[in-house]
Nanobody
Framework: QVHVVESGGGLVQPGGSLRLSCAASGSRFSIYLMGWYRQPPGKQRELVAAITSGGTTNYADSVKGRFTISRDGAKNTVYLQMNSLKPEDTAVYYC????????WGQGTQVTVSS
């Protein structure tokens, strides 16, 4: 059973920063892709950023230049550094890990408000 656990969400003022962390454990197979999705209130879940085991990254246009995804492959851990946060970044952020299957965390709330 693969477990995906996120941490690091919270309340931050516009222009502030947060760092999300996610660890995937229990997989018997290589985790080749990890990423972050988010679901704003009343909206559909959307991709924020993803990173392959080789280090290739992909970002949503809305976060390019503000968010950075990184990964510790040896630990199956992924991070999302979020800078210059905006109220529209408010959402539940979910971590995903893809190996033999696709696994999701429970989500962590990020609220950007003054």
């Amino acid at each position: 059973q693969v477990h995906v656990v996120e941490s690091g969400g919270g309340l931050v003022q516009p222009g502030g920063s947060l760092r999300l962390s996610c660890a995937a454990s229990g997989s018997r197979f290589s985790i080749y892709l990890m990423g972050w999705y988010r679901q704003p209130p009343g909206k559909q879940r959307e991709l924020v950023a993803a990173i392959t085991s080789g280090g290739t990254t992909n970002y949503a246009d809305s976060v390019k230049g503000r968010f950075t995804i990184s990964r510790d492959g040896a630990k199956n851990t992924v991070y999302l550094q979020m800078n210059s946060l905006k109220p529209e970044d408010t959402a539940v952020y979910y971590c995903t890990a893809s190996g033999r299957g696709d696994y999701w965390g429970q989500g962590t709330q990020v609220t950007v408000s003054s």
